[in-house]
């Protein structure tokens, strides 16, 4: 009975609640993709983000110590350091094993080959020579 009654009010205002529930719909609707659209996107990183200081409109940055290895003082080292961190960190070579002459001659070999390192090959002698003394493996 209950039912019966409560459909008989319905039809006699079915226009009201029409319009209530486009209006509360258009309301959620706006709330959901209006304030998302409007929200920057947000770059996610594993590593926490490093601090900066704003001078002016820049932001400088202080690069992340534990990214920069310290390396030995070696004949070499000047031309490791400043040619092998043009791509990449040096964390790159610190993290390898060491390994015996061949390999790092190798792998020099296929930063030139391979990525278009600018290495001529008396650098690249310099730098295996330097890799092999810090790094190397009998
Ligand atoms: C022209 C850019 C460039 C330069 C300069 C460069 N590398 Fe690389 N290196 C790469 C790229 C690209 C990779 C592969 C990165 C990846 O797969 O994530 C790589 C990867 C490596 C790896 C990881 C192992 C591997 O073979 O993928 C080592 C070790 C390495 N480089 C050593 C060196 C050394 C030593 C030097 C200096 C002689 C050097 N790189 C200079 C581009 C370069």
Redesign the pocket.
């Known amino acids: 009975m209950q039912v019966v009654l409560n459909l008989k009010s319905l039809s006699c205002c079915m226009g009201k609640y029409l319009s209530i529930i486009v209006l509360v719909a258009s309301f959620i609707a706006l709330v959901l993709f209006g304030c998302n659209r409007a929200e920057k996107p947000v770059i996610k990183t594993s590593e926490p983000v490093n601090t900066f200081t704003v001078k002016g409109s820049v932001r400088e940055m202080d690069l992340n110590p534990a990214a920069a290895p310290e390396f030995p003082e070696h004949e070499g080292k000047t031309e490791?350091i400043s040619?092998?961190?043009?791509?990449?960190s040096l964390r790159?070579?610190s993290t390898?094993p060491d390994f015996p002459q061949k390999t790092?001659e190798a792998?020099?070999n296929?930063?030139?080959t391979?990525?278009?390192?600018?290495?001529d090959s008396v650098i690249?002698k310099k730098?295996?020579a330097y890799?092999v003394s810090v790094k190397g493996k009998k």
């Open positions: 490791f040619y092998c961190a043009i791509c990449h790159y070579i390898q790092w792998e020099v296929k930063m030139v391979k990525y278009h390192a600018p290495i690249a730098i295996v890799l």
